[in-house]
């Protein structure tokens, strides 16, 4: 098992390297956009700047074994968050990007599930709801590995992709490291979790079991299952209006049922045989299953496994076949979430979780998605990111948590699928577009996607470290 150190000086050599490296500027794209010098980020010392900030972040957000997404909103360690963050850190610190998803996997449980959310011990229960308390449970303490405080959900499996990339930006370290050959057959036991426990219909796409398992947690995708689900008095008490306005996040109704999902799974022994309330087959959550299925593949030839990469490739494209299959609405081009519980059918929803499978490389539908994209419903290109929720809905909301705002790390992935699809210019300004937001936004958790407001919290752990990588997308894999 690679040794977890905390930053060698080889690291902090590393850093300030890269820190003094003049960065691939782009002056030109800034004036083809409008920016002027008076805006940020438009000289090479203001890149420079932004670029340091945004590592002032990730160190002030490190706590010695990952990074929390938020000191303050979200003290403790994400999955997805982990994921993204590594992709920021690689291009700074290779060695602290492998760490913070070692830390990750070392979480796992023995069912192969990949926890939602690492406590931290060191951080008092009553800062973030539900704690670890309300999750602890006779099966937790069963299957969690010994002296671990998790919780019992999932997030999208992007973690294949990210240690890939990871990989990538240092191979000579990672193999001195052991990273691959420690990381990959966790990766492989945790997308077989999914395939043998989360395939609820039997198409071999993945079911969430609770909006947080989305990521988009408080999407109005989510509305109508999340509305059948019986509430119960658990008597608990939010956390997070403390740190962000109340009309930037979930309300409390949604809470309530949000609480009681969760507590029903951990009585159930978070089974996933037992008769959840709330099952959806999401189109985010499949197609990064997918595209890190891919990287899984490409991550087992590295090793050797020649046969093993034909296998993973495979399954990456029934995957797909699959959420074309089931989840595209060709009369409405776009990709919709399946209501399980809501006798299977398509929930008819705009949200930005639709416009994710633009990221698989073999998308037969990629070119009239990118229309719904481009149309009044996301106006990609013109407004900052992709709005997470349909822009012309009355239920777009421009700055309550993914009702509306954009987010960076949808902004990421639909960068990386402008650029898998060879949409070349259409990449570069969505890419210029969210360097220069992260910067006035101060790596806001989400914006307002007509105006740029920050909103939810600052200082956001994904924001900074997918800015870093944006910046480096040229000297990236
Ligand atoms: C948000 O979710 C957590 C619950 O998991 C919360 O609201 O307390 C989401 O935006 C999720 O995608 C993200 O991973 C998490 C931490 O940044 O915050």
Redesign the pocket.
């Known amino acids: 098992m690679p040794s977890q150190p905390c930053m060698s000086s080889h690291d902090i050599r590393e850093a300030r390297t890269i820190l003094m490296t003049d960065l691939d500027t782009d002056l030109s794209e800034h004036r083809r956009h409008g920016m002027t010098r008076s805006n940020p980020a438009t000289t090479r010392h203001d890149q420079r700047d932004l670029r340091r900030t945004a590592v002032n972040v990730l160190l002030a957000n490190w706590t010695g074994r990952s990074t929390v ?2 000191r303050k ?2 003290p403790h360690q ?4 982990s994921a993204f963050i590594a992709l920021g850190l690689r291009h700074i610190w290779p060695g602290r990007a492998q760490r913070e998803l070692e830390s990750l996997f070392r979480a796992q449980w023995s069912d192969g599930r990949l926890p ?2 690492v406590f931290n011990p060191a951080v008092a229960n009553d800062r ?2 539900p704690d670890w308390t309300f999750w602890s449970s006779p099966a937790l303490l069963r299957k969690a590995p010994a002296g671990l405080r998790t ?1 019992g ?1 999932i ?1 999208p499996p992007i973690h294949a992709l990210a240690a890939w990339a990871v990989h990538q930006a240092d191979p000579e370290l990672s193999r001195r490291r052991g990273f691959l050959n420690w990381i990959y057959p966790r990766l492989a036991r945790w997308h077989r979790y999914l395939r043998q426990h989360r395939d609820f219909a039997g198409n071999g796409m993945a079911g969430i079991v609770h909006p ?1 398992e ?5 999407s109005a995708c989510w509305d109508v299952p999340l509305s059948r689900v019986t509430t119960r008095d658990n008597g608990f008490q939010r956390r ?1 209006l403390r740190y962000a306005a109340t009309e930037e ?2 309300t409390d109704i949604d809470y309530l049922r ?1 609480a009681a999902l969760a507590a029903d799974y951990r009585d159930n022994g978070y089974r996933d045989d037992h008769d959840h309330q709330f099952v959806v087959e999401d189109p985010a959550f499949n197609a990064l299953l997918a595209a890190s299925e891919d990287a899984l593949g490409d991550i087992a030839r590295e090793l050797g496994g020649a046969d093993l990469a034909v296998i993973h490739a495979t399954t990456a494209q029934q995957l797909t076949a699959a959420i074309v299959d089931v989840l595209w609405d060709a009369e409405r081009s776009f990709f919709f979430p399946r209501d399980l519980r809501g006798g299977g059918r398509l929930a008819e929803r705009y949200g930005c979780t639709g416009a994710v499978p633009l990221v698989l490389p073999n998308l037969p539908v990629a070119t009239p998605l990118l229309k719904t994209l481009r149309g009044p419903r996301f106006q990609l290109g013109k407004v900052i990111g992709l709005p997470s929720y349909d822009l012309t809905s009355s239920e777009f909301e421009p700055t309550r ?2 009702r509306g705002p954009s ?1 960076f ?1 949808v902004g990421w992935i639909i960068h990386r699928g402008l650029t898998i699809h060879q949409e070349n210019q259409a990449a570069d300004e969505l890419r210029t577009s969210l360097i220069h937001t992260a910067h006035t936004s101060d790596f806001a ?1 989400y914006v307002d996607p007509l105006s740029g407001t920050a909103h939810g919290t600052k200082d ?3 924001t900074a470290a997918l800015t870093i990588d944006l910046m480096d997308q040229r000297r990236s894999t």
């Open positions: 997404p938020s909103l979200y994400w999955s997805w968050d939602h959310i973030y709801f919780s959900l997030q947080w989305s990521g988009m947690d408080n997070d996040r979930p949000f948590y993914w987010w790390n958790e956001f752990g994904w």
